[in-house]
């Protein structure tokens, strides 16, 4: 039987070596890391598994990970010229995405924190361009997949925001162009169910990536079987979400074919290899068909083999395995005795106010073993030497019934221990969260302080990281800890507002770093405002400019090391502006 299936596979082999196929390129975006407005956690997982997955469809991918206003471009000038040529464009994008004015703009990793639509006009990626980009390039089939559709990140203030609150508008698909949102006009798409759904993808994706996996299914089949999977999931949780489909296109785009076949060669020439005939009296159509068949493994394609092939080389294990789909299903097998069962809703009710008896902040006391609820547990089985895997079992809580208290300083270990894993899964808000607790338990714990310290530097928060640095050369006093939160401290970028840099170009006094005026540009009857940050931290800042009063109405953001231009209808003569204030975000 081993060498049979070794001739089936050489011959399959064969079969697939063919002239080059069309080509088809794809651009996949997906951004976590914010640097001003509010991050994500799952989005850059989204944008690595579709690059995966259309690799092996035979696209080639171009992955950008947190790009930078630059850095997307460059990707983007790239993806344009690759697609001369190419019979197929793909676009994927996650991340955050804005309505402004009835235009749906994509959200570089730089974008200001800003109350000017103006701006997030002009550094966003404005979708109608792309779309439009893609179709001028000549592919036959341009696809855009974008799943934006997020809570508004941008500010609000009194009553007013940037943009839509909620989703992206309406899409108008140039010709030959199929666009997909992963929720409806003004809809929120769900990153997750709830807080204890550990997928690693957001709600729309982890249900793409399987559609597009499937041989013989176009595009607009499987985006349509998606939909209503998600609608399904997102309706258990009270939610709405339905994914948009903007179809302009002209045909049917199938990622993996059914059944591919090699194609004949011209008229009048001979083939290069002539193949031995098919092994056991099948046939290479056959073979092609149950290939096919094996990467579905239901029972349509089952039946639809043997239907074609009554008597193929195949035919009993077809029937072997329809048999076993038929066969009702086995009794669900109950846990080894060596795993302990998860504790009820009154269970987990209990476990949770005895943890928070301790300190460990688990949450409301509500039955669900929650992040929050899961970090205590982490912590407790830490201190008490149980298996640390944050599960909410009878052991744990026996053991914190029974057992004795552990101590504090033990707590806030355990606490600390998990900072490293949430740090590289880019969840900073969480490690700060879980650090910040673990201070309050054991503030004599200097180690805490700066890794405190460190993390909140990390996401940009110098003055919460000198605060965390101070406290630990405050405890450690006289002891290694305290030199080297002073060396971490002297390390923090000095924020000073600079008011002297009036002058274009002017730079912040020796020793000091802040933001100043660098000059004025004009375009389209507005005049754009040049400012320079030159502290290593994203600033806050307000600005008067003579001639442009909306200006001084609200704080400016720039980000760390760069520069921003603020576009504003100026009246008279435009003038230097100065800087008034700036902190650090």
């Known amino acids: 039987m081993s060498r049979a299936f070794a001739c089936l596979l050489l011959l399959l082999a064969a079969l697939a070596v063919g002239p080059a196929e069309a080509r088809r390129v794809a651009l996949v975006v997906g951004i976590d890391n914010y640097q001003q407005v509010e991050k994500l956690s799952r989005a850059r997982n989204d944008a690595t598994a579709v690059a995966a997955r259309l690799t092996i469809a035979g696209f080639e991918v171009i992955l950008r990970t947190d790009p930078d206003r630059r850095a997307l471009s460059v990707a983007l000038s790239e993806f344009e010229e690759r697609l001369r040529g190419a019979e197929v464009g793909m676009f994927f994008f996650a991340g955050h995405g804005v309505e402004i004015r009835g235009t749906n703009v994509l959200l570089p990793a730089d974008i200001p924190s800003t109350l000017s639509e103006t701006i997030i006009l002009r550094e966003g990626l404005l979708l109608t361009d792309l779309a439009q980009a893609m ?11 974008i799943d934006a559709c997020r809570d508004n990140p941008l500010p609000r ?3 007013r925001s940037t943009g839509r609150t909620r989703g992206l508008g309406r899409a108008d698909a140039p010709r030959g162009t199929y666009v997909v949102y992963s929720a409806g006009i003004g809809e929120a798409a769900l990153d997750r169910l709830s807080d204890a759904d550990t997928s690693p993808n957001s709600v729309f994706t982890r249900h793409l990536l399987p559609a597009l996996a499937e041989p013989g299914v176009s595009l607009d089949a499987a985006v349509k079987q998606v939909r209503e999977r998600v609608r399904t999931d997102a309706a258990m949780v009270r939610h709405a979400q339905n994914p948009a489909i903007y179809d302009q296109a002209t045909g049917e785009l199938f990622l993996i074919p059914s059944a591919p076949r090699p194609e004949a060669p011209p008229a009048g020439t001979a083939p290069s290899v002539a193949l031995p005939p098919p092994p056991g009296g099948a046939d290479a159509t056959e073979l092609l068909f149950w290939q096919s068949v094996q990467l579905q493994g239901q029972a349509p394609e089952l039946e639809a083999y043997l239907a074609r092939w009554p008597d193929g080389i195949f035919a009993p294990i077809a029937r072997a395995r329809l048999a076993a789909l038929a066969a009702p299903a086995p009794p669900p097998r109950s846990l080894p005795a060596s795993a302990p069962a998860p504790l009820g809703r009154d269970g987990v009710q209990q476990l949770q106010r005895g943890l928070a008896g301790l300190g460990l902040d688990p949450g409301p006391a509500d039955g669900t073993a929650g992040p929050r609820t899961t970090a205590a547990i982490r ?4 201190a008490t030497g149980l298996p640390v895997d944050g599960e909410a079992t009878e ?58 310290g460190d993390a909140q530097r990390d996401r940009g928060a110098n003055d919460a990281a000198r605060r965390a640095f101070s406290q630990a050369q405050r405890a450690g006093a006289g002891t290694p800890v305290a030199e080297e939160a002073q060396r971490r401290l002297a390390a923090l970028p000095a924020v000073t507002p600079v ?5 274009p170009g002017a730079p912040a006094p020796p020793g000091r770093c802040g933001v100043s005026f660098a000059g004025v540009r004009s375009q389209d009857g507005l005049t754009g405002f040049a400012f320079r940050n030159s502290c290593a931290t994203p600033m806050a800042f307000r600005a008067e400019c003579p001639g442009a009063p909306a200006l001084a109405r609200g704080d400016l953001t720039v980000g760390a090391n760069s520069g921003t231009v603020v576009w504003a209808p100026a009246r008279g003569a435009v003038q230097a502006c100065r800087v008034t204030s700036s902190r650090a975000r």
Do not use: C, H, K
Request: glycine share 10%; no cysteine; proline share 7%.
């Open 135 to 145: 179709s001028d390039s000549g592919v036959r089939y341009s696809a855009l997949i």
């Open 157 to 159: 203030q009194a009553g």
């Open 379 to 382: 912590a407790f089985q830490a």
């Open 395 to 452: 052991p744990v809580l026996q053991r914190l019934r029974d057992g004795p208290a552990p101590g504090s300083g033990e707590l806030a270990r355990g606490l600390a221990a998990q900072v490293p894993s949430l740090l590289e899964v880019r969840n900073a808000a969480e490690a700060v969260r879980v650090l910040e607790l673990g201070t309050r338990l054991a503030p004599q714990e200097t180690p805490l302080w700066l890794m405190l």
């Open 499 to 503: 008011a002297a840099g009036t002058q």
